[in-house]
């Protein structure tokens, strides 16, 4: 999997955790990933639940399986603009 990084816009279901099963399903906007240590192939996430308009609603800390998170679409990355 690559890594997750403050911004990627995450899906956390079922193969995350039976807790997200069916109707609990979210998607969260990652704000950070703990670097402390857990069970392997688990993580604790940080960020923030969205509704169907994409608006923030409730900012979560959630321990999963890292293996069954799906990124639905990444941080846009920085780059240095570059002038002539």
Not at 30 to 52: I, N
Request: proline share 4%; charged share 25%.
């Amino acid at each position: 999997m690559t890594e997750l990084k403050p911004g990627d816009l995450l899906l956390i279901g079922a193969a995350c955790s039976v807790q997200f099963s069916g109707d609990r399903e979210l998607r969260l906007r990652l704000v950070s990933v703990d670097a402390r240590p857990t069970y392997h192939g688990w993580v604790w996430l940080t960020g923030y639940v969205l509704d169907a308009k994409g608006l923030a609603v409730d900012k979560r800390e959630l321990y999963v399986r890292r293996a069954g998170l799906r990124v639905l679409r990444a941080a846009p990355t920085r780059g240095r603009s570059v002038r002539a």
